[in-house]
């Protein structure tokens, strides 16, 4: 932990999605946010405020993948299904309630400490739309 750093940095960070259904790289601009809180280690606990979107840890060196679980997911819970739900999004309800609101990745050295291939992505199920990711930045105690 750099010199001084005791308390935990809170930032926002704005999606812009595309599609209905879509899973947008994160990494950098999360990346951006730990060099600006000053943070060496700690923890990043990141948090979708939203019931039709997401956000996971998986591998981002090939797009295809990202483009593979938007396509596992689809299938698994279809858009056009019977739903009781009338707004025309229980789909999009239930593959949020799938992959989950939230992750913590550990923060080392500055930085993200992912596996090789693994990027975070904010995952859209009820597209287009502006929508937001809250992060946190907490450090380790000072030894």
């Not at 960070?13 to 990494?27: A, G, H, P, Q, Y």
């Not at 951006?32 to 939203?50: E, R």
């Amino acid at each position: 932990m750099k010199e001084g750093i005791s308390h935990a940095f809170a930032a926002q960070l704005s999606v812009r999605t595309s599609r209905r259904s879509e899973l947008v790289d994160i990494t950098a601009a999360v990346e951006n946010q730990i060099a600006a809180s000053g943070i060496a280690s700690g923890v990043c606990h990141l948090f979708v405020p939203h019931t039709t979107a997401a956000v996971i840890v998986n591998e981002h060196d090939d797009p295809a993948v990202a483009r593979d679980i938007e396509a596992v997911l689809d299938r698994l819970v279809p858009h056009s299904a019977h739903y009781e739900h009338l707004e025309g999004n229980a789909d999009a309800h239930a593959k949020a309630a799938l992959i989950g609101s939230s992750v913590t990745v550990f923060v080392d050295h500055g930085r993200l400490d992912l596996g090789r291939w693994q990027g975070i992505f904010f995952c859209e199920f009820d597209g287009p739309r502006d929508r937001r990711v809250r992060l946190k930045i907490v450090p380790d105690p000072s030894a």
